[in-house]
């Protein structure tokens, strides 16, 4: 799946997508709850209110730079997750399939250092976690390294994708420390949107005229837009990503913003537009 802002192509490659199961990361969205919320379906929700998720990376392309955004769950990783652990996925195929082998990737940024957005920054070679993109530079919140890479907070679920999914690249030397307002390159920049984990960002694309942004985890759902109070359960700071989102939502909505969401399922590209006192995602085609 692609999408085009002005000079600049998005392209997605799903690592895993799944109906229900949701109910973890979003307690307040349950069946009851999200039956009412027609504009779901068929895309977002099934018939019997079971939410539909993604966790895919988006590769943006400018005429300068092939840029990774998030990298999944990753390959052979022990996860507290049933279905995250030890996965023997098609991602690395499926990206080379897509135009981008590994190596042509000159750019790795991760929204926020969670398990399910780091865990292809590396792979496992000759029982050694290596980075995964030789010839990119690994481009990280200092706010984000600082919290993540304090004594104890890598193991808070029981598993440890800091340790086998980022500081692997920071030894191997091919981390910058960026701001959260960092500007990439002339099309890409970044964009602070804190609360669901201290240093998150969202990713804003403009080119021609256009422009996308990909929305990281301040949303895990579109559920959220008709519900912005609804919190995610891994959120670190959930008063700040609730002001966070709607803060988002009120900027994003009736305008010609591509949004772009991290966890959307298929099609995962839309608008943002107001439903009364909250919002709806209406759909847009690929390019």
């Known amino acids: 799946m692609q999408w085009r802002i002005g000079d600049v192509k998005i392209t997605k490659v799903v690592e895993l997508e799944a109906t229900g199961g949701s109910r973890f990361i979003l307690p307040d969205a349950t069946r009851d709850n999200v039956l009412g919320i027609d504009w779901l379906r068929p895309h977002f929700m099934d018939a019997d209110g079971r939410l539909i998720m993604s966790i895919h990376a988006l590769i943006v ?15 052979d990783k022990r996860r507290a997750i049933p279905g995250w652990h030890m996965r023997t996925g098609s991602f690395l195929d499926d990206i080379a399939a897509a135009g981008y082998p590994r190596e042509s990737i000159d750019t790795v940024l991760c929204t926020h250092l969670h398990v399910d957005h780091v865990g292809w920054n590396t792979m496992l070679v000759d029982g050694k976690w290596k980075p995964t993109f030789p010839n990119a530079r690994y481009l990280i919140g200092r706010k984000e390294w600082d919290h993540w890479s ?25 981390v910058d420390f960026i701001e959260a307002d960092h500007a990439i ?55 700040q990503a609730r002001a966070t989102r709607q803060a988002l939502l009120e900027r994003s909505a009736d305008r010609p913003l591509l949004v772009i969401g ?14 009364g006192k909250v919002y709806r995602f209406k759909l847009t085609r690929t390019q």
């Open 185 to 239: 390159c002339p099309e890409i920049r970044l964009e602070p949107t804190p609360g669901h984990t201290p240093g998150h960002v969202s990713v804003r694309i403009s080119s021609r005229g256009e422009e996308a942004l990909i929305t990281g985890d301040v949303m895990h759902h579109p559920c959220q837009m008709a519900h912005p109070e609804w919190p995610s359960s891994a959120d670190s700071d959930p008063v």
């Open 61 to 75: 392309e400018t005429p300068e730079r092939r840029i990774m955004v998030d990298t999944c769950l990753g390959n």
């Open 262 to 275: 991290t966890h959307f399922a298929t099609p995962t590209a839309g608008h943002v537009v107001r439903d």
């Open 150 to 174: 304090a004594e104890g907070a890598a193991n808070a679920r029981g598993d440890d994708p800091f340790g086998d999914s980022v500081k692997p690249v920071f030894d191997a030397g091919l």
